[in-house]
């Protein structure tokens, strides 16, 4: 049986965490205390004097009593007073659990912070991170989960399912439930196992700027565009495809076998043969002009407007495939 604390406070901008903790407490509360137990205040209910009489108020529920107050961000300090005076009385049956969704300068009171911790209760904080923080926190989570991610595999989960937490944390639990425990994830098993069919319609793209059709590949970059796709990520997935013709190139070049650099790129064969012709055809300093000028191309589109960054990529396109 889950222990509980007499009062909870889960706060921050990242409003999917506080939404699934909120779902998983209630569920806890249904099994624990039954729904007879379980008290949800919401929208006008969800005042600090409501919640304060309900503490007070005598109940005939068996078990465990359960609170839930949502929109705790709309309260003021000024209004907390006997809220606090009940937090102070809470007998051991009772956990009440407050959620703000906290946005700008919507923020749960600094008053609730410390009554619910002068009441022996835990104040948890669930803020999203920024873009730059994400791969390390998902290297961080999929270790948890018995996998080992790399860096650079974690920025792919990322440039494939998007900067969304919760959504990058259930697309690990799947690989978790697939892989076996202790499973090692690069950057071209993330792709095989996560990259959707927009995923797999940029690596199409780049394939073809690799034959060198440049048409062909101005013609489908356009028509991605014009489908919603992102050129951010048609760019990672670009570059990508270039860096590893890149590497297969130098190899060629230094004298490895056709099947000593397949073996390294860990794709299927056909689609590997494939690049390894189209790296011998262009050559590894033809190559590695295409790398440099992709990096070009996404530090051009930082900042600029979805024109601009449009008209860059088809001219770093034709100079690429020329």
Request: proline residues 4%; hydrophobic residues 45%; aromatic residues 4%.
């Amino acid at each position: 049986m889950p222990s509980f604390k007499p009062a909870y406070l889960i706060h921050g901008d990242d409003h999917g965490r506080i939404a699934e903790r909120r779902a998983r407490l209630r569920d806890l509360a249904q099994r624990e205390g039954g729904a007879q137990g379980l008290e949800l205040f919401e929208g006008e209910r969800a005042t600090p004097e409501m919640v304060a009489a309900a503490l007070d108020a005598m109940t005939f529920a068996i078990g465990r009593r359960f609170l839930i107050v949502e929109g705790v961000e709309r309260w003021k300090d000024r209004e907390l007073e006997p809220l606090e005076a009940a937090l102070a009385r809470l007998d051991g049956d009772t956990t009440v659990a407050f959620f703000a969704r906290e946005d700008g300068r919507m923020k749960a009171p600094p008053r609730l912070h410390k009554a619910v911790r002068r009441a022996g209760g835990d104040v948890a904080a669930e803020q999203s991170l920024n873009a730059r923080e994400l791969p390390r926190w998902a290297v961080a989570q999929a270790r948890a989960l018995g996998l080992e991610l790399t860096p650079e595999a974690a920025r792919a989960l990322v440039a494939h399912v998007g900067e969304r937490q919760q959504r990058l944390l259930r697309e690990l639990e799947k690989l978790a439930l697939d892989l076996p425990p202790g499973a090692a994830l690069d950057v071209e098993t993330v792709g095989e196992l996560t990259a959707a069919s927009a995923q797999q319609r940029a690596w199409a793209l780049a394939d073809t700027l690799l034959s060198g059709d440049g048409a062909a590949a101005t013609r489908m970059l356009l028509a991605l565009r014009a489908q919603g796709e992102r050129l951010p990520g048609l760019i990672y997935w670009m570059s990508s495809r270039l860096r590893q013709a890149a590497r297969a190139a130098t190899e060629l070049e230094r004298g490895a076998s056709q099947a000593e650099v397949r073996s390294a790129l860990r794709m299927p064969s056909a689609a590997a043969d494939r690049l390894i012709a189209d790296a011998r055809r262009m050559g590894a300093e033809r190559l590695a002009d295409a790398v440099c000028r992709i990096a070009d191309l996404e530090l051009a589109s930082r900042g600029t407007s979805a024109a601009a960054d449009e008209t860059v990529a088809l001219l770093t396109i034709r100079q690429i495939a020329r």
